[in-house]
C-alpha cells in the first residue's frame, strides 16, 4: 500500500526526469566521452593536458579563488540585509522580497553592460571623482578584478540572502527570550544562539552561490582583463578559436569534479549538525 | 530548606495590547520560597504576567518588584530568573549538556565548575547519562526535564514555570510533579507556576492565583480555593460542582432549584448561587431529595451519576466504587442527602 503510493508520487517526478536525461546527462555524457576522444580514437591526451598545461592549472585556481572571494564578499553584505529582512513582519518582509528579486527581471548581460557604462574612461562614475577633485585621471575600473566582483556580487547577492533569510525566519524566536533571561546581553544571545542557528540558511546561500560563481561567463567576460580569464573563458576559447574540443571537454569535467567535490566536503561538514539537514529551508 | 527565594510583588500592573488588556491592575504578592500557582482558563493574561516579570514585555502602568526592589529598568538578563518554557526552548545546536550549562557560562563561572554544576543539575532531574545527547534525540519528557534542569543549574532565586508540563502525558505529568515539588524544596526558589490543569495546580501549590480576564478572582491555599471558592465561575473551574440558581428569599431561608428551600444563618445575604461537591452527596434510604437516575459514568475509582430531580435540576453525583456492587441503572429511583454546611454561598 505504502510502496505503491511511493510510486504513484514518484511518477510526478517524471517529467523533471526525462527532461533532465535529455537535456542535461545527454550533453554531460557527451562531454565526458569528448574528453577522451582524439583525432583516432581513445586518448588520454587532453585529460593530461590538465595537468601539463600551466594555462589550465592557473585559470582552474584563479577561477576557484574567484568564486570563494564573490562568495565571501555576497556573505558579508547580504546576512546583516537578512538579518534586517528577518526581523521584519511577514507582510513588510515580503515586499521586500520582492525588491530584492526585483534584478532578476533584468537580463545579467544588460547588468553587464550597464556597469560598463557605469566604470567606463567617461563613465558616471569617473565623472563624479574628477569632478569632486577626487582624483585627476579617470581610474581604470574596468577590465579588472574589482568590476568582475562588483558585477558578480550585483547579481548574485540574492541567491545569498534569500536562503538567509528563510534560514533566519526558521529560528523560534523563544529561543533568544530563553537565552536572555538566562542572562545573556542581546549581543550574546545573537552570537550564542541566533548567529550558530543561522549559519545553516546561509551556508547554503553561498554554496549556491559559490557553484553558480565557478561557472559564470558573461560578467567575468565583459568587465574582466586579461588576469582575469577564468575557465569558462578558456573552455570557449577552446571551443571557438583553437578548436581543441577534447580539451575543452577536459576543462569541464575537471569543473564539474571540482564542484562535486565541493559538495561532498560541504556534505561532510556538515551531515552530524541536525540544522544543516535541510539546509535552513525548513524544518 | 534554604532561603535562596526572593520576593516578587506585582503593584497595579496593566498591560495592554492595542485596545485589548491582558492584564488590568493586576497584584500579586509572593512570598520567599513560596509555590505561587496561576490558574485560569486561555487568554486570561498568565503569560503576559510571567512575560512581564521576565521583562519580555513593558508593563504600561504598575510596578513590579524583586525582594522590594522595583525591576522595571532592570533588562531580562539581569533579573535573575530561571525559567522553563511551554514549548521547552532548548537550543537546538547544543547539546544537553551545553543547554543546561549556558545560564553559568553567561555568568562567566570556571569551567570546571560549570560542567560539575551543569552534571549536578543533569542528575536532579536524572538525565546524567544523555548529557552528550542533542535536543532532537530526546523525547518530549525528557526536553522538558532538560529544560526544568537549565532553569534550576543557576539556582534561582526566582522559578517562572509556563505550563512546564502540558505536553505531557498523564502519567509523566504525575512522575514530573513530584519530581518538581521536591526540587523546589530543595533549592528553595520562589516560583511561579502557571498551568490550566486545575488538578496540577491543587497538587503543587503552596498557593494559588485564579485568573480570569487578566484580573486575579481569588487569591488563597488550594483547600480554602475548593471549600470556599469566592465565585461561581472558580466554583465551576476548580473540581466538579453542581452550581444550583437561588430563587426567592426571606429572613432565614432561601429557595435553592433542586434541593427546595434552606436555612439561611441570621446576618447573611442571600447569594448569588449556592455550590455543593458531587463527592459530598450521599444516598440516603428516605427524607432525602427525591431524584430519578438519568446517566451511569463509570470512572474507574469512582462511579458519576447524574440524576434530575423533580423540579427538573440536573444534580452530579460521585461515590467510591464497591467492587461486586452492580451500579445504579438509568431510571432508578433514588433521594439525595447533603448536610447544610457543605454548602457553599456563592456571592456571584
Ligand atoms: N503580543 C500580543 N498582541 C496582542 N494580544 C496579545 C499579545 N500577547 C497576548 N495577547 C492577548 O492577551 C491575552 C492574554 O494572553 P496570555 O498569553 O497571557 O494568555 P494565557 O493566560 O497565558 O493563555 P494560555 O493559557 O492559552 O497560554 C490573550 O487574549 C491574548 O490574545
Ligand atoms: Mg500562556
Known amino acids: ?20 536525461c535529455v537535456l542535461f546527462l545527454n550533453p554531460l555524457v557527451g562531454v565526458l566521452i569528448q574528453s577522451f576522444v582524439g583525432d ?16 589550465a592549472r592557473v585559470v582552474l585556481e584563479r577561477t576557484f579563488w574567484l568564486a570563494f572571494t564573490v562568495t565571501v564578499i555576497c556573505l558579508l553584505v547580504g546576512y546583516p540585509a537578512a538579518y534586517y529582512m528577518s526581523q521584519l513582519r511577514p507582510r513588510k518582509r515580503a515586499m521586500i522580497t520582492y525588491l530584492v528579486l526585483l534584478p532578476f527581471w533584468i537580463s545579467i548581460l544588460i547588468r553587464t553592460y550597464t556597469w560598463i557604462i557605469l566604470l567606463g574612461r567617461e563613465g558616471l562614475v569617473n565623472n563624479a571623482l574628477q569632478w569632486l577633485g577626487l582624483t585627476e585621471q579617470p581610474v581604470q575600473f574596468l577590465y579588472t578584478n574589482f568590476a568582475v566582483h562588483l558585477g558578480m556580487v550585483q547579481i548574485l547577492l540574492p541567491i545569498v540572502i534569500l536562503p538567509t533569510v528563510a534560514g533566519m525566519v526558521n529560528i523560534d524566536g523563544g529561543l533568544i527570550k530563553a537565552a536572555r533571561v538566562m542572562g545573556a546581553s542581546p549581543i550574546r544571545a545573537f552570537w550564542s544562539v541566533f548567529f550558530p542557528l543561522s549559519l545553516s540558511g546561509a ?3 553561498g554554496l549556491i552561490c559559490f557553484i553558480l560563481s565557478l561557472g559564470f561567463y558573461v560578467t567575468p567576460t565583459l568587465l574582466g582583463g586579461q588576469k582575469s580569464l577564468i575557465i569558462a573563458n578558456l573552455i570557449d576559447l577552446q571551443v571557438h578559436k583553437t578548436l581543441n574540443w577534447g580539451f575543452a571537454a577536459a576543462l569541464a569535467t575537471a569543473l564539474l569534479l571540482a564542484t562535486l567535490l565541493c559538495l561532498l566536503i560541504f556534505w561532510l561538514a556538515t551531515r552530524n549538525r541536525p540544522e544543516f539537514a535541510t539546509g535552513g529551508l525548513s524544518r | 530548606m534554604k532561603d535562596t527565594g526572593a520576593t516578587i510583588e506585582f ?11 491582558a492584564l488590568d491592575n493586576f497584584c500579586l504578592e509572593v512570598g520567599a520560597g513560596e509555590f505561587m500557582t496561576l490558574l485560569g482558563p486561555s487568554g486570561s493574561g498568565k503569560t503576559t504576567a510571567l512575560n512581564a516579570l521576565a521583562g519580555f514585555i513593558d508593563v504600561g502602568q504598575g510596578d513590579i518588584l524583586i525582594d522590594g526592589i522595583s525591576i522595571r529598568q532592570t533588562p531580562t538578563e539581569k533579573r535573575n530568573i530561571g525559567m522553563v518554557f511551554q514549548s521547552y526552548s532548548l537550543f537546538p545546536h547544543r547539546n544537553v549538556l551545553a543547554n543546561v550549562s549556558f545560564p553559568l557560562q553567561m555568568r562567566k563561572m570556571h569551567k570546571a565548575e560549570v560542567r560539575q554544576r551543569s552534571m549536578k543539575a543533569l542528575e536532579m532531574v536524572q538525565l546524567a547519562e544523555l548529557a552528550q545527547r542533542m535536543p532532537h534525540e530526546l523525547s518530549g519528557g525528557q526536553k522538558q526535564r532538560v529544560a526544568i534542569a537549565r532553569a534550576l543549574v543557576f539556582e534561582p532565586r526566582v522559578l517562572l514555570m509556563d505550563e512546564p508540563l502540558g505536553a505531557l502525558d498523564l502519567k509523566l505529568r504525575e512522575s514530573l510533579q513530584l519530581e518538581l515539588k521536591a526540587l523546589q524544596k530543595q533549592i528553595g526558589s520562589t516560583v511561579i ?3 490550566h490543569d486545575q488538578g496540577e495546580a491543587l497538587t503543587l501549590s503552596d498557593r494559588i492565583a485564579v485568573m480570569d480576564q487578566g ?4 487569591i488563597c491555599t488550594p483547600q480554602e480555593l475548593y471549600d470556599q471558592p469566592a465565585s461561581t465561575f472558580i466554583a465551576n473551574f476548580i473540581g466538579s460542582n453542581n452550581i444550583l440558581r437561588v430563587g426567592g428569599a426571606d429572613q432565614h431561608s432561601i429557595q435553592v432549584e433542586g434541593l ?10 442571600k447569594p448569588y448561587a449556592v455550590g455543593l461537591r458531587p463527592e459530598l452527596i450521599r444516598r440516603t434510604e428516605s427524607d432525602g431529595v427525591p431524584a430519578m437516575v438519568e446517566q451511569t459514568i463509570f470512572s474507574g475509582e469512582a462511579i458519576r451519576y447524574i440524576a434530575r430531580t423533580e423540579d427538573g435540576t440536573e444534580i452530579l453525583l460521585v461515590e467510591p466504587r464497591h467492587p461486586g456492587e452492580a451500579p445504579l441503572a438509568a431510571g432508578q429511583s433514588i433521594a439525595l442527602g447533603f448536610d447544610f454546611e457543605n454548602l457553599i454561598f456563592l456571592p456571584k
Open chain 2, 11 to 21: 503593584r497595579n500592573v496593566r498591560k495592554e495590547f492595542g485596545a485589548f488588556t
Open chain 1, 1 to 20: 500500500m505504502k510502496a505503491k503510493q511511493n510510486w504513484r508520487l514518484m511518477a510526478l517526478l517524471l517529467p523533471a526526469i526525462a527532461l533532465i
Open chain 1, 40 to 55: 583516432d580514437g581513445f586518448t588520454l591526451k587532453s585529460i593530461s593536458k590538465l595537468w601539463t598545461s600551466r594555462l
Open chain 1, 203 to 205: 551556508a547554503t546561500g
Open chain 2, 260 to 269: 427546595g428551600r434552606i436555612p439561611l444563618k441570621p446576618g447573611t445575604e
Open chain 2, 193 to 195: 507556576f502557571v498551568t
Open chain 2, 215 to 218: 484580573e486575579i478572582q481569588q
